[in-house]
């Protein structure tokens, strides 16, 4: 600013000096120019007093400096200084014209004999004929001459207004450089400066509150970012990486702050990214860890323009899970409900068809009955994992006793048991716990079925309760045929069985441990399996009281 503080004073002082000198030029050429009109007055006047007293004969013996032409009033020229009277005709010519109109005239033009700036001043005499005086015009060779010496002092002046200027330009500013413009102090300054100072105080007020609240947001969203589960990760167009939260840290170590994330990255991320800035969103599925991660990369717009990438990595182990489970449950359930409609379906048609003995027919509405209620059983378990699932239709809590539920469990199998030559015993003492009765109940009543069911003849089912301080604890034990230890982990799957071959035989849907397994996570209660093949098995349910 100092530069063009100079050069603006310097340039405007130089014009100024530039127009004097012109304006001093064209006075003193005009007064020269007037000062040689004078003396051509003068001394034609002098010449024409001649010529009155001698005659023609005067301009003979005349010595002077200047051209001396006597021109007759038709335009001739009678007698020239410079003895050439083969003059054209002069009556073209503005100062004879103008001095046989006024009776003197005079002009400036291009000689013709000497092709140079002339001066011409002519004077009618009282006979008619004009006398016409001509002198070289020098006026502006005689005004440099006259200015050269103040032109000389006017370069001095030009270059010592130079110096000055830049000292001035330097102390104008030296005010306004010294100002802090972190901290600007008005009792340091100079009163004109005031405004200025003034205002660069509320700018940088208004700049610091803008930086607060910027700064506040952004701790706002790196909290929001790092207390997600979810992986974020935001670039610019070009792949650096701008913000990134510690859940994607620990799924790409290398997606750190200011890093190319289109170098050096897991494949999968890198083909998201690149669609995300290519304007397109993209979903992808991978699998990290033995876990299912599902990474959407979304294109960030700035008037209409892809100006970054925003890509979400989240957690859908679960869901795919679930989906993998919800699947297998649909096969099962179609395969469950199929095999018992095909025997009926099958049994009836032999029956319609009068293929079947008049002593069989019993026999056969015996075997309709038993897959009918077969299938009654499972649509039934399946309502009940459905409620379970959607905590839909269960009744509310009431206080139960876990020894009253397991009394009457084993009442309502006791014939069950006889039957196949099983004994079932119940010991224990009388705890009560916060839960649902019926849902209670149907638990209670699946582990004991299974404990029958999966038994040897002349073997044992007991059924203990006990409790302590904040909790309480139910387990069944039989003398079974066991559950293979690969197997353990999976019994309480829909529809799983460990010997499928023998499913039919022993019956059941295959939903039982199911159902308790749901139904103990709604009593938040925790349910263990421990079995020893050909010994026994002993399942435990243990609820907080």
Known sequence: ?????????????????????????????????????????????????????????????????????????????IYDTEADTSLSNQLDCAEIIEAIKNGSGETIRKSESSGESTLYYAKALD????????????????????????????VLVTLLSGVFSFKVSRKMLKPVND???????????????????????????????????????????????DSMSEGFILTDKKGIILSANNSSLRLFPQAQVGNDLLENTDKDLKQALHAALEGKRSDTLISMDGRSWQLIASPVLSHRQVSGAVILIMDVTERE????????????????????????????????????????????????????????????????????????????????????????????????????????????????????????????YNICDNAIKYNRPGGSVTVDVTGGEGYARLSVTDTGIGIPYPDQTRVFERFYRVDKSHSKEIGGTGLGLSIVKHGAQYHNAQVTLESTPDVGTTVTLIFTR
Request: proline content about 4%; charged content about 20%; hydrophobic content about 40%.
């Open 179 to 225: 100002i802090d413009l972190d901290n600007p102090d008005l009792s340091k300054t100079y009163q004109e400066l005031s405004p200025l100072v003034s205002r660069i105080q509320e700018q940088n007020l208004t700049i610091k509150e803008q930086m607060d609240e910027l700064h506040r947001r952004q701790k706002e969203f790196l909290t929001l970012t």
């Open 127 to 154: 006979n008619g004929n004009i006398i016409r005086m001509e002198h070289p015009n020098s006026a502006a060779k005689s005004a440099l001459i006259t200015i050269s010496p103040v032109m000389w002092v006017a």
């Open 321 to 444: 899970q679930r989906e993998r489970l919800r699947q297998e449950f649909s096969a099962n359930v179609s395969h469950e409900l199929k095999t018992p409609l095909t025997s009926i379906s099958g049994f009836a048609e032999l029956m319609m068809g009068g293929m079947v003995p008049q002593e069989k027919m019993t026999e056969f509405a015996g075997d309709i009955y038993h897959e009918s209620s077969r299938l009654i059983a499972l649509v039934d378990d399946i309502i009940k994992l459905s409620k379970l699932d959607e905590d839909t239709a269960i009744p509310p809590e009431e206080t139960v006793d876990l020894y009253d539920i397991a009394s009457d469990t084993i009442d309502s199998l006791k014939a069950v048991a006889e039957k196949q030559d099983i004994t079932m015993k119940l010991t224990g003492e009388h705890i009560q716990i916060k839960g649902v009765w019926q849902l209670l109940g149907e638990m209670v």
């Open 1 to 77: 600013m100092t530069r063009k503080i100079f050069l603006n004073s310097f340039i405007v002082g130089l014009i100024v000096l530039v127009l004097c000198s012109v304006l001093f030029f064209g006075l003193q050429y005009t007064q020269t120019q007037t000062e040689q009109y004078q003396t051509l007055q003068q001394e034609t006047d002098y010449v024409i007093q001649g010529i009155n007293a001698a005659g023609t004969s005067f301009l003979e013996g005349l010595d002077s400096p200047n051209r001396i032409t006597l021109i007759s009033p038709d335009g001739t020229v």
